[in-house]
């Protein structure tokens, strides 16, 4: 728009955020990279004025974007083109479409993402571990889950494994893997490499299977691949993941805790984790444990680390013998 003049994306963003005021500016704060802060903040203070004009031009450019990326989420590129037009207009739905797509990235297996599981499963299953290990890369974590869990037991730690060690795809293999399964969004594949996969995508994946299958990846893992295992192994279950378990589930726990290994695991910890343990504990043990966190002064990370680790065994520990039982997304946590 012309009011925007030649304002670059910094600007425009610092613009947004001085309308937005203060209190929304600092809630988007909290998801940007430091020196993104430092650069708005920067632009911030250097903005003497700002006229009505470019405030509104700035805010509808942004709420157009918005609109866009939401469409296209919700159906692709041309789907959202249509929307826009209808509700922006011919002429501001193609600068939006214009200015996107020369940097938004279309997500590979889009058409996949949308696809019923079951369906999926029946669509894959014959494929190699390593092109499934690629699809599953991008689906979201209960959608890989339920594709994971029906695999066979003999193809389900290898997938796993691929998906772990899985760094960067070629997009040119990325593109031949489109072509079999849908070679309307080979065209949309972003041309840079794409960095997939890895152990915190196993982790999400193996987080929302049901517990069998988990157990059966996880013990075949550590006999194929037992630093791989120990990795996954230690990113699967955090101590702040206390929170997924019930009152009785964390006085079970709480009974094999050493109370000192439980104040130095606390100070790191955060408020609701530290109500959701005091809870559980007697009155007068959250005293006395209150008052040795405060007698011990600043602890080490460290420590605080190797505390919680020590928490987190005993959960897991406590789980595999089936006197607790985790909240989690395959379903297990049902009781009959």
């Not at 209808?86 to 214009?98: F, N, P, T, Y």
């Not at 060690?165 to 489109?178: A, G, H, L, Q, W």
């Amino acid at each position: 728009m012309s009011e925007l003049g030649d304002l670059n994306g910094t600007q425009k963003a610092a613009i947004l955020l001085i309308s937005l005021g203060p209190e929304r500016s600092a809630g988007i704060f909290k998801h940007l990279k430091e020196e993104e802060i430092e650069d708005l903040t920067l632009e911030i203070a250097n903005t003497r004025s700002v006229t009505p004009q470019v405030k509104e031009a700035v805010i509808e450019e942004f709420y157009g974007v918005c609109l866009a990326q939401q469409y296209i989420a919700e159906g692709g590129i041309g789907y959202a083109k249509e929307l826009l037009e209808k509700s922006l207009g011919s002429e501001r739905a193609l600068d939006v479409i214009g200015r996107l797509t020369a940097s938004l990235q279309v997500k590979p297996f889009e058409f996949v993402r949308k696809t019923d599981a079951s369906q999926l499963i029946n669509f894959i299953q014959d494929e190699h571990p390593q092109t499934i290990a690629l699809i599953l890369s991008y689906l979201a974590p209960n959608q890989a889950a339920m594709i994971i869990s029906a695999l066979p037991p003999d193809r389900q730690a290898d997938v796993a494994k691929r998906i772990a060690v899985m760094d960067r795809t070629s997009p040119d293999v990325i593109k031949e893997v489109e072509k079999v399964l849908e070679s309307k969004l080979a065209s949309l594949v972003n041309q840079d490499y794409t960095i997939i996969g890895g152990v915190d995508s196993v982790v999400e994946i193996l987080n929302s299977v049901d517990r069998g299958t988990e157990k059966h990846i996880m013990e075949s893992l550590e006999i194929e691949e037992p630093e791989l295992a120990d990795e996954i192994r230690k990113k699967m279950f955090v101590f702040e993941d206390v929170l997924l378990l019930d009152d009785k589930s964390i006085q079970r726990v709480l009974r094999d805790v050493d109370n000192n290994d439980l104040g130095i695991a606390l100070k790191g910890a955060n408020e609701q984790v530290q109500n959701a343990i005091f809870g559980n504990l007697s009155k007068r043990l959250a005293v006395m444990i209150k008052e040795d966190m405060e007698f011990m002064g600043p602890v080490r990370m460290k420590d605080v680390e190797e505390a919680q680790q020590k928490i987190v065994n005993i959960i897991r520990k406590l789980e595999d013998a089936g006197e607790i039982i985790i909240s989690r997304g395959g379903g297990d946590e049902i009781v009959v």
